[in-house]
């Protein structure tokens, strides 16, 4: 994804208006042509697992035609959680060459190219990428598309001897540090190398933030369609990793890393459009929305009303980790607030509901945190708000500031508890690639993890139990 291309394909990147080198309608056009247009030497051919692990081969420009017509192998089961068996077929990696993300910043002559697995010449159901691409089309199948802002937040830590955790810059303590303009400026280097990143890629960085805890930053670019954006998240999190760790830093995207902190959350802006035409605001020549006062189309409440039907079934994608849950869970934090929703709410400008209406041209759903692969929680989340599209659904009047109606959902209080709502909603249940048992393939790993967890004996149970009798 950049906004240089080659001159044969320019101005179809311009009729598109995405930073991105466009697939080339000409074959004679490959990725090796592509590749040396932008001095590059090597690609990084990546993937993404259910978890969200980014999964990648280097391979060298000379070998980029073999990349193109399919000849790059990974074992699925190695890869991690792809659905597959050691003894299954290999993982092929399609390159889709509208994703060509050159990173010379990361190293010179390197490129970054997002792929579709593939197993015995299909998309392989299981992942992530292929899962969005299905319910993208599923969406286009009804008209629409669907644009999708990201909002990435993450910490930047340093591991101590002893094996805890402290703030990467010693002096950001505060508890109460959002904004703080010392906070950014101490960090300068980083922000600038990720914002001049970014816009060099034509993403279109326009904030970088310290946001509500010590050692928490954000960094903003412009949305885009939602294939685009989740492919984008995904770079930049290998980008903030990367040039993080050359800096003696970590950037961790872990939900909750301190107790008494603010939790990382990954924020999605969510819109519908059939063409140029935005579908969620409400036409024009109504005289109001139908009583909800936020301007807003019927689709748009429809789509909203779908969502929060199945939110607590959405949650083990939104919030996939065991300790995504110590966020959700938290009742306050050093700076006085947790940011994160516990009940299935949406109203205006108001950053408690899991939903936020920030204008009618978009909604914000909040309850992401960040762990969640993008692929996944996009596919989800459209799904979810596509099935209240075609039940009509209504989600009712929006709530008031900080508050929510008695019979909203409770958000689950742990993976465990996300995974059993999943496993009760068909509807999400079957939200991958159509498919009910990709769905109960991934609900039993989360269980599994949380058992994994559950089965450690922590520091807590030594403290609270060991002579407690």
């Known amino acids: 994804m950049t906004s240089v291309a080659t001159p044969a394909v320019t101005a179809q990147a311009e009729a598109q208006n995405q930073q991105t080198v466009p697939r080339p309608e000409s074959p004679t056009i490959t990725l090796r042509d592509i590749a040396k247009a932008h001095d590059v030497r090597f690609l990084l051919a990546t993937f993404v697992d259910m978890t969200g692990k980014p999964c990648a081969k280097l391979v060298p420009v000379e070998a980029a035609d073999e990349l193109e017509s399919g000849a790059m192998g990974f ?126 890629l034509g993403w279109g960085n326009y904030a970088n933030d310290h946001e ?26 290998y980008i903030l990793n990367i040039l993080a760790e050359q800096r003696g830093m970590t950037a961790t995207f872990m939900p909750k890393p301190f107790t008494d902190r603010t939790g990382t959350g990954l924020h999605f802006h969510l819109s519908l459009w059939s063409g140029a035409e935005a579908l969620f605001p409400a036409d024009g020549n109504k005289a109001d929305d139908g009583g909800g006062g936020l301007g807003l189309s019927g689709l748009a409440y429809a789509f909203i009303a779908g969502i929060l039907d199945h939110a607590p079934a959405l949650q083990a994608f939104l919030a996939p980790t065991v300790n995504s849950y110590k966020r959700t869970g938290a009742t306050t934090s050093s700076s006085g607030a947790t940011w994160s929703p516990r009940k299935a709410s949406f109203g205006g400008n108001d950053r408690t509901h899991m939903i936020r209406v920030p204008d009618n041209k978009r909604i914000e759903l909040r309850s992401g945190d960040g762990s969640a692969n993008p692929y996944l929680a996009i596919a989800t989340a459209v799904a979810a708000g596509l099935d209240g599209v075609e039940k009509s659904l209504d989600p009712g009047l929006p709530s008031g500031p900080g508050e929510s109606k008695p019979d909203a959902h409770l958000l689950p209080a742990t993976l465990l508890h996300a995974v059993e709502a999943l496993r009760k909603d068909p509807v999400i249940l079957a939200s991958l690639s159509g498919d009910a048992e990709i769905g109960k393939y991934y609900a039993d790993a989360k269980e599994e993890e949380f058992l994994s967890w559950h089965n450690q004996v922590s520091d807590w149970e030594i403290r609270t139990y060991l002579t407690s009798i």
């Open 75 to 200: 074992a699925g089961y190695a890869a991690g959680l792809m659905g597959q068996k050691p003894q299954d077929s290999d993982l092929i990696a399609v390159p889709d060459l509208a994703s060509f993300t050159p990173v010379p910043f990361i190293k010179e002559g390197l490129a970054i190219i997002h792929c579709d697995p593939h197993v015995d010449g299909k998309p392989w159901p299981y992942a992530p990428r292929v899962i969005l691409k299905n319910t993208l089309a599923r969406l286009g199948s009804m008209g629409m598309q669907a644009k999708v802002g990201a909002e990435v937040e993450y910490f930047l830590v340093k591991k101590n001897d002893d094996g805890t955790l402290s703030t990467a810059d010693d002096r950001d303590d505060s508890p109460r540090p959002c904004y703080d303009a010392r906070g950014v400026t101490r960090m300068y280097e980083h922000l600038t190398s990720i914002s001049d990143a970014m816009n060099g």
């Open 212 to 237: 509500d805890a010590a050692g928490q930053f954000e960094q903003n670019f412009n949305y885009a369609d939602a294939l685009t954006t989740a492919d984008r998240v995904v770079t930049l999190r």
